[in-house]
């Protein structure tokens, strides 16, 4: 499986959620790499739940930004984050149900869903801040 490269195109220049969502690409190739059966149990299990920490608290600090500064989708880009967080919830459980497979899954899931989600719907409220600015 390859790796998830952080690219320019996902830079939205709002630098603090820059650095949250490259973060969040280095968890997801830290259990991409784990995930190879190489590593025992505990620690594919630690990476897991690190990632999905730092995903959680990265839409929740995104989700304060858009409400302080009035972005109007708000509530369709919330509606967006419990539905990936949800999803990713039945997959880390069936991990810890047994299915270790899950964890590579979980890497292809959240990585496809990020690159998509930042240059979708991050994208519009960069923009939206970008015109309040300007």
């Known amino acids: 499986m390859s790796e998830l490269l952080w690219k320019p195109r996902y830079e939205l220049g709002i630098p603090f959620i820059d650095e949250q969502h490259k973060r969040i690409f280095f968890l997801l190739n830290q259990l991409q ?3 190879d059966g190489s590593r025992d149990r505990a620690e594919v299990e630690a990476l897991l739940a690190g990632l ?17 500064m009035g972005f109007d989708d708000i509530e369709a880009h919330r509606q967006q984050h ?8 039945g997959l880390e459980a069936r991990f810890r149900d047994g299915d270790t497979s899950m964890a590579l899954l979980v ?8 690159r ?3 240059q979708e719907g991050d994208r519009a409220y960069a923009d939206f801040l970008a015109k309040r600015a300007g």
Request: proline share 0%; aromatic share 12%; glycine share 8%.
């Open 82 to 89: 419990a539905r990936l967080m949800d999803g990713l919830y």
């Open 33 to 35: 790499l784990a995930s």
């Open 52 to 68: 999905m920490r730092q995903t959680g608290e990265h839409f929740h600090t995104e989700e304060t930004f858009m409400l302080q």
């Open 116 to 118: 998509h989600h930042i």
């Open 107 to 114: 890497t292809t899931f959240l990585g496809s869903w990020l």
